[in-house]
């Protein structure tokens, strides 16, 4: 296993921390998702009132892998962390990186003194959902995602509130 050294991000992460957002958009056979900008990573990351915290992998020198996750908070269990994305670039997946990532995340969520973790994982990555399973989580195959996209709150808006 290489070495990998797990920081705390910084600004001038950004240009990779998109990077990597991109190359899992294209796994996941989305990439023209991606509307997120360097500029947005700086600002909402970064800037006085953070909007998330973000992990990265240094492997040589170099970032090979990102958790990015913000607070959430559970009616049941109280304030929470959302972890939105576990990245590890596909020629490093198998070294130990996505492990080191994900521990650093559990760690730190667990000192934080939240009672949950949650994440998100495609029911096709079977890779993944078995690396999670392997270190602990339960996988709820009973739940389904819900969301509106941009597009579909206009509509919803323009349709049934008038003025906005």
């Known amino acids: 296993m290489n070495h990998t050294l797990i920081r705390e991000a910084n600004p001038s992460d950004a240009v990779h921390i998109l990077s990597l957002i991109k190359e899992l958009a294209t796994f996941e056979r989305e990439p023209e998702e991606v509307e997120v900008t360097v500029a ?3 600002r909402d990351g970064f800037g006085e009132h953070p909007k ?10 170099e970032i090979v892998g990102m958790a990015l996750f913000y607070p959430c908070y559970s009616t ?12 590890v670039t ?14 650093e995340f559990i760690v730190f969520a667990q000192t934080s003194g939240v009672r949950r973790i949650q994440w998100v994982v495609l029911n096709w ?3 993944a959902i078995d690396f999670y399973k392997k270190h602990g989580a339960t996988v709820l195959e009973e739940w389904n ?3 509106m996209k941009e597009g579909a709150m206009k509509q919803f808006i323009a349709k049934h509130h008038a003025g906005i």
Request: include cysteine.
């Open 40 to 42: 947005e990573l700086l």
């Open 52 to 61: 998330f915290r973000c992990f990265v992998a240094e492997v040589k020198q």
């Open 76 to 87: 049941w269990k109280g304030k929470s962390w959302h972890l939105e994305d576990l990245i």
């Open 90 to 103: 596909e020629s490093m997946r198998g070294e130990g990186v996505g492990f080191a990532l994900l521990k």
């Open 125 to 127: 990555n079977t890779p």
């Open 145 to 147: 995602i819900t969301l």
